[in-house]
Nanobody, 113 residues
């Protein structure tokens, strides 16, 4: 069974970089034709697609976040990661990693001084 688990700090100060990792079990992130995605949901708002890394390592980003977002992977650990730079309180959200049909439980990140 595919399982995803987000990890990272729950509190980030404004202007700093938010870093999250998604650990995947039960399925290799290098398996062809799969995308590994980061999505977030801010309080009172809908789901926002942030970006993805494909099984071949190519990355894709939301245009609105592209300048601040980086997604990478560690194939030896079967993990993929999100970095969001220059965060503001508007980046406060629950962050999810997903393969589309499988989701992590989400991790709350608060941006506050």
């Amino acid at each position: 069974q595919v399982q995803l688990q987000e990890s990272g700090p729950g509190l980030v100060k404004p202007s700093q970089t938010l870093s999250l990792t998604c650990t995947v079990s039960g399925f290799s992130i290098t398996t062809r034709y799969h995308w590994w995605i980061w999505i977030r949901q801010a309080p009172g708002k809908g789901l926002e697609w942030m970006g993805a890394i494909a099984s071949d390592g190519k990355t894709y980003y939301s245009p609105s976040l592209k300048s601040r977002t980086s997604i990478s992977r560690d194939t030896s650990r079967n993990q993929f990661s999100l970095q969001l730079t220059s965060v503001t309180p508007e980046d406060t959200a629950v962050y999810y990693c997903t393969r589309g049909n499988f989701w992590g439980q989400g991790t709350q990140v608060i941006v506050s001084s």
